[in-house]
């Protein structure tokens, strides 16, 4: 996810999913405007300066986060989440980790409401897709 907007839209209409290694607010996915339907999981992982002091510690977290997510059996849900990790995800065992995500995503409720807007109810959540084997930027 890139832009304050994205994530507004994400804080504003998500559903929070807390555990002790970290809280994932999780929202559907809905293309952005002229973005072709592509169901895919657009995940940003933010750690403040407030949870973990040094860079280094805030670059692993973030590291064992994305390969944790990367790796998931199964894949990920098309949606647009913020992943907010905790000090204790620097100390726990991988698998803890990736065991901790598949019960926070099987938490997370398979319809997410909408506050107001033309959303016209609510709609389902549909099946895992995997990740996409190119990196973000589109370099290998």
């Known amino acids: 996810m890139t832009g304050d907007r994205e994530f507004r839209k994400v804080r504003v209409h998500g559903v929070a999913v807390r555990d002790p290694l970290f809280t994932l607010r999780v929202a559907e996915y809905r293309p952005r405007h002229g973005e072709t339907w592509r169901p895919r999981a657009i995940i940003g992982i933010v750690i403040s300066k407030k949870t973990l002091k040094r860079a280094v510690d805030r670059n692993r977290a973030r ?3 994305r390969e944790a997510l990367r790796t998931l059996p199964g894949g990920l849900p098309p949606c ?5 990790p905790n000090p204790a995800v620097l100390t726990a065992e991988f698998a803890q980790v990736q065991a901790a ?6 938490r997370a409720p398979g319809r997410v409401r909408g506050r107001g807007g033309n959303s016209g109810g609510t709609r389902a959540v549909s099946a895992p897709v995997t990740p996409d084997p190119t990196p973000a930027g589109g370099r290998e």
């Open 63 to 65: 590291r064992r986060v």
């Open 80 to 84: 647009r989440a913020i992943l907010l």
């Open 101 to 106: 995500l598949i019960r926070a995503l099987a």
